[in-house]
């Protein structure tokens, strides 16, 4: 429960994220909607993946798939073959067992967040937002990082922990959910970043506990400096390598061994990378030879 010192501030944060949508809130296709699939698909998609990647992607994923029902009855493999781009295919895997879920409840996502919360691939984030953004549920306050990070820099004083932040959201909503959180995330994504804000710029500046033009951000290594792997020699990049490869056919263990983007892998790391995408659902193994989920269905 906020103290009654902070009214001031609510109505405050309140009235300068309203009027600064008003002006300046992106134009994304999905805003365009109030269908829980198309919805959905577009706060899955977004988990992870930057919005100018999302926007074709999501169109044409909605071509092929126009429906739960049509996502349902698509082989795992289409449903990952159309996912590529994206990255995280085990995303297009949850997703699809999400429409075959939907489908076994007759065919709607329910108006409800904790029951949201039952079926595959969608948490405790996806669930609020989905309410807030296709139901317009006042009970909903998704939070993500970005958003996390506001609540965290406007209300300096409150507990920064998961829950209570989700708490402070949920109590702190106004009525109109839609509006509230896609300015929030919009404010989030251009302005008040996980690398700081530049004072006068962030329309929430007034609001911020400080006016560092910089927060520092990440962790240190010794001498102060991070060693960042580059994204070519990470696992993800090359689980991504042997997804895209399968898209095309089919191989043997031996063949996609021997493609040239993989040719820097022990045997070792191969096999554990072939490990994980099987434990994943996203790729199948008979004997010796590695194809996508459902290709030989």
Same mark, same amino acid.
């Given at each position: 429960m906020l103290k009654i010192s902070t009214a001031g501030r609510v109505d405050a944060f309140h009235a300068i994220v309203f009027a600064w949508f008003a002006k300046n809130g992106r134009d994304l296709p999905w805003r365009k909607t109030k269908s829980p699939y198309k919805i959905a698909l577009s706060e899955i998609m977004l988990q992870q993946t930057q919005v100018d990647r999302v926007i074709p992607k999501w169109r044409a994923?909605?071509?092929?798939?126009?429906?739960?029902?049509?996502?349902?009855?698509?082989?795992?493999?289409d449903v990952i073959r159309m996912w590529q781009g994206l990255g995280y295919n085990r995303r297009a895997?949850?997703?699809?067992? =999400? /429409? %075959? @879920?939907?489908?076994?409840?007759?065919?709607?996502?329910?108006n409800d967040i904790d029951a949201m919360k039952k079926l595959p691939g969608i948490g405790d984030y996806t669930a609020n937002a989905i309410a807030a953004f296709a139901f317009r549920n006042a009970s909903a306050a998704p939070v993500d990082t970005?958003?996390?990070?506001?609540?965290?820099?406007?209300?300096?004083?409150?507990?920064?922990?998961p829950k209570s932040i989700q708490r =402070? /959201? %949920? @109590?702190i909503a106004p009525r109109d959910v839609w509006t509230w959180n896609h300015a929030l995330m919009d404010i989030g994504a251009l302005h008040c970043s996980a690398r700081g804000h530049v004072w006068g710029l962030c329309p929430?500046?007034?609001?911020?506990?400080?006016?560092?033009?910089?927060?520092?951000?990440g962790g240190k290594g010794q001498g102060g400096q991070v060693k960042k792997m580059r994204f070519e020699e990470t696992d993800r990049y090359?689980?991504?390598r042997i997804v895209d490869a399968l898209r095309e056919s089919p191989m043997t263990l031996k063949k996609l061994r021997l493609r040239s983007e993989l040719a820097s892998l022990d045997e070792t790391r191969f096999s554990s990378l072939i490990s994980r995408l099987v434990h994943g659902g996203v790729v199948e193994q008979r004997k010796s030879t590695v194809f996508l989920a459902g290709d030989r269905d």
């Open positions: 994923f909605l071509l092929a798939f126009p429906t739960w029902a049509h996502l349902a009855n698509a082989s795992t493999a895997v949850m997703l699809h067992r =999400l /429409a %075959k @879920s939907v489908v076994d409840l007759g065919g709607e996502l329910p970005n958003i996390s990070r506001i609540f965290r820099r406007v209300f300096p004083r409150h507990k920064s922990d =402070l /959201a %949920k @109590s929430l500046a007034p609001l911020h506990g400080s006016k560092e033009k910089k927060e520092r951000v090359f689980r991504g």
